[in-house]
């Protein structure tokens, strides 16, 4: 039986190691249709297409996959790291071939030859499907504590508007309006104190974004 050599036991490891993962790797030209040469991996998964129906554009280019919002995104992370001489890092929605859209993330390259003319471009596409999910769960998590810590605060402004009003009614009416003006005053300290719980709010929400 013959041993597979370095590079074949290397090759089957790759393939092994990306076919553990909702992804598939590329080799294609850079070209308008980002025309495919290689795929490797969950191609049918992620894309609803067969692999050899992306190749070669036999039935659909690549970049019609590509969601029309998010094309020149794409484009301009390639074009960037192919002037650049450095790896795209970018994430894009896929049209299924049953139309739905799928998140993805890919990490991809420009190869040259000896003499630096681009020969063509490879890399990796992932399912990031879950993650975006999360990022949208967090970013509307966010939008519903802004709104409700906006919504204390106005409450805030009228309660310590009312306590400033009835401090001043309470001085109008001298001693009798005594007990008022100490009902008055504890409006006031209460829309204080809270009001420093908002800012602890706003705080956070400040640490959540940065975070996010």
């Known amino acids: 039986m013959e041993t597979p050599n370095h590079q074949d036991q290397l090759t089957e490891s790759l393939v092994s190691i990306v076919n553990r993962f909702d992804a598939f790797t590329y080799r294609c030209l850079c070209d308008d249709a980002y025309t495919m040469l290689v795929m490797s991996g969950?191609?049918?998964?992620?894309?609803?297409?067969?692999?050899e129906d992306i190749v070669n554009n036999n039935r659909v280019a690549f970049s019609e996959l590509i969601y029309r919002d998010d094309v020149k995104l794409v484009d301009k992370a390639?074009?960037?790291?192919?002037?650049?001489?450095t790896n795209w890092n970018v994430d894009y929605r896929l049209t299924k071939m049953d139309g739905s859209l799928l998140w993805v993330n890919e990490i991809g390259g420009a190869v040259y030859d000896d003499n630096?003319?681009?020969?063509y471009l490879e890399g990796l596409v992932t399912d990031i499907s879950t993650r975006k999910l999360e990022e949208e769960k967090r970013h509307n998590i966010l939008v519903e504590l802004i709104k409700q810590n906006k919504d204390i605060n106005d409450q805030l402004?009228?309660?310590?508007?009312?306590?400033?009003?009835?401090?001043?009614?309470?001085?109008?009416?001298?001693d009798d309006g005594a007990g008022f003006a100490y009902v008055a005053q504890?409006?006031?300290?209460?829309?204080?104190?809270?009001?420093?719980i908002a800012k602890s709010i706003t705080a956070?929400?400040?640490?959540?974004?940065k975070e996010g």
């Open 78 to 85: 390639v074009d960037y790291g192919v002037e650049h001489k």
């Open 116 to 119: 630096g003319e681009l020969v």
């Open 157 to 174: 402004k009228k309660l310590h508007f009312i306590g400033i009003s009835a401090q001043i009614e309470a001085a109008r009416f001298g």
């Open 42 to 51: 969950k191609v049918p998964e992620l894309t609803g297409y067969q692999t």
């Open 204 to 209: 956070l929400i400040d640490d959540f974004e």
């Open 186 to 196: 504890e409006i006031r300290t209460m829309a204080s104190d809270t009001l420093h």
